[in-house]
């Protein structure tokens, strides 16, 4: 019986016996073949290991795309914790990503110069040899086995709760581990990578999107990295750091103090933050920003009830009403309105009202119409003495934004979820996921949006992100991390089922199983106790704010 395998811009495939996703790579004229990574098979991420046995579409990834990046990545992060398990004997705990590079230290001591050379030396030996990884389906009772041979023992107990079976493990010349998604299958494929020794863990970094053939240029920020030490050292000490850990918790019924916990924390945060503005007399602007799904809109009410207790009074003006008419909005490459440029704002009426109103003022704030894409007459503002000025939105860090106002008279604020749980020490679950979860959840229940529709968009929003906000997180005064530790836990209720409703048919369907495949290791925590005050109400709903 042949086989037929479907491509979306080439010409069908038929095999008269079963073949592997990389020998239908080399039947094919795809213009990448050097770039390719991993493959969708009917819309799930495989590796080009993956045996086709049936009629099948296939798609193949490439290390340029966000997906590809992904899974370029996990690969060479699986490659860097066995060859350090094989030549170092260290264990690492992969901790956070920043500039696209990722850190991790060591529950054993600094890593050392000693140890990032045998390390590095192994993994080029693994890319010159081609060594390959192989991934394999085993019984959940194998699978704990070796991982309990292999010292992981927080995977092994993670296994436990988890209970799926078979469980899908990679392999590389005999050491195993599990991850959220797709590796390429042999290390030739991904040469391209760098270690960097710093305060006393390593990062390791990948390509460049800008040249593939080069690494991503290191790039740290004191502040940054501050804000993730402090918050990884929260979470060890609550002993939370792991799905693992979170498991147990749930099991012996802490779930509504563990709530708690994580929303003093935000409180004694944002406390804080009021307590340093408050100090600042010269300040009269307050700028947020945040990519989306980040809890801007919650994060910006609850600043200002801070600043209330601190009898500081404060008006908002809301950017929304600031957009060119429609016939003035940029467009992006694709010929779409780009409504995330910063062109798409009036830059020169923001600024004029922005000085008016801090020399006391009154301005003519129009009101946006969405629909027709008109700015109509809206309302009249004026600030009464000593009030604070807020505005939030994407670009609220980009000082073209408010360039008519004095340095010293700004203080801004970065907000996202910077970091949090991983599922264990190898596998951290990525921050854009949960922002992603997030939308999908708000989008959803205030927008009528469908989860596929969401999950489709997310990549331009994503691209977005990285185009307007993220290069001018350094100019906050200070970074608020908006994730909560026991924010999956309560999310998976909600959006489990919004990603099962996903057809196989849809082109969101492989997103929606890898989201899933991560959900996998996250217990469930109900929303019942979770304050009406909460950044998490904004998505689920109930906030006290809307």
Avoid at 456 to 479: C, M, T
Wanted: with cysteine; proline share 5%.
């Amino acid at each position: 019986m042949s086989i037929t395998i479907s491509f979306k811009d080439m010409k069908e495939i038929v095999s008269d016996f079963p073949i592997t996703a990389r020998d239908v790579l080399v039947r094919t004229d795809f213009p990448k073949k050097e770039m390719v990574v991993a493959c969708r098979v009917n819309r799930i991420q495989r590796p080009l290991s993956w045996n086709i046995d049936m009629n099948s579409t296939l798609e193949f990834i490439t290390y340029d795309t966000i997906e590809g990046a992904e899974v370029y990545i996990r690969t060479i992060c699986f490659m860097f914790t066995s060859a350090a398990t094989r030549v170092s004997g260290i264990r690492l705990h992969l901790r956070q990503s920043m500039n696209f590079s990722y850190f991790y230290d060591s529950p054993d001591g600094p890593v050392t110069d000693e140890h990032k050379k045998c390390i590095l030396a192994e993994m080029q030996r693994m890319v010159k040899e081609g060594v390959n990884l192989f991934r394999e389906e085993l019984s959940l009772d194998k699978a704990r086995a070796i991982m309990s041979a292999q010292g992981y023992i927080d995977k092994k107990r993670l296994l436990r709760w988890v209970n799926n079976d078979p469980v899908v493990l990679y392999r590389c010349e005999g050491i195993y581990d599990f991850f959220g998604g797709a590796l390429a299958d042999n290390a030739a494929i991904v040469p391209v990578f760098e270690l960097h020794l710093y305060k006393g863990g390593i990062f390791i970094s990948g390509p460049s999107f800008s040249d593939p053939s080069k690494t991503q240029p290191f790039k740290t920020s004191a502040k940054t990295f501050a804000l993730f030490q402090g918050y990884a050292k929260w979470l060890d000490n609550l002993k939370v750091a792991t799905m693992d850990n979170i498991h147990h918790l749930v099991a012996n019924g802490h779930s509504r103090d563990f709530i708690m916990i994580c929303e003093a924390l935000h409180t004694k945060t944002l406390s804080g933050i009021s307590a340093h503005i408050s100090d600042r007399p010269e300040v009269r602007l307050l700028c947020l920003a945040g990519p989306s799904s980040s809890g801007k809109t919650t994060t910006s009410r609850r600043v200002r009830v801070q600043l209330l207790a601190s009898c500081i009074n404060s008006a908002t003006l809301e950017l929304d009403n600031y957009f060119v008419e429609r016939s003035k909005t940029p467009k992006d490459h694709n010929g779409n309105f780009d409504f995330e440029a910063l062109e798409a704002l009036d830059l020169d009426l923001i600024n004029e009202h922005l000085a008016a109103l801090l020399e006391g003022k009154e301005v003519d704030v129009p009101k946006f119409d969405f629909i027709n894409g008109e700015r109509k007459k809206g309302h009249k503002l004026k600030l009464t003495d000593n009030q604070l000025l807020v505005i939030e939105g994407i670009h609220g860090l980009n000082d073209k934004l408010s360039e008519s106002v004095p340095q010293e008279n700004k203080y801004r604020i970065f907000i996202c979820p910077l970091t949090g749980a991983g599922i264990d020490m190898h596998n951290r679950i990525g921050t854009t996921d949960t922002r992603l979860l997030r939308r999908m959840l708000r989008d959803y229940r205030t927008r009528g949006h469908s989860p596929e529709a969401t999950l489709l968009q997310w990549p331009s929003v994503i691209k977005g992100s990285h185009r307007h906000i993220f290069p001018y997180q350094e100019n906050a005064d200070i970074l608020y991390n908006t994730s909560l530790a026991y924010e999956l836990p309560v999310l998976k209720g909600y959006v489990k089922p919004m990603l099962a409703s996903v057809k196989d048919d849809s082109p969101a369907y492989g997103e929606a199983q890898r989201l899933l495949s991560i959900l996998s290791f996250v217990p469930v925590i109900p929303s019942d106790d979770v304050p009406n005050t909460s950044i998490l109400r904004e998505f689920i709903g109930g906030s006290c704010f809307e």
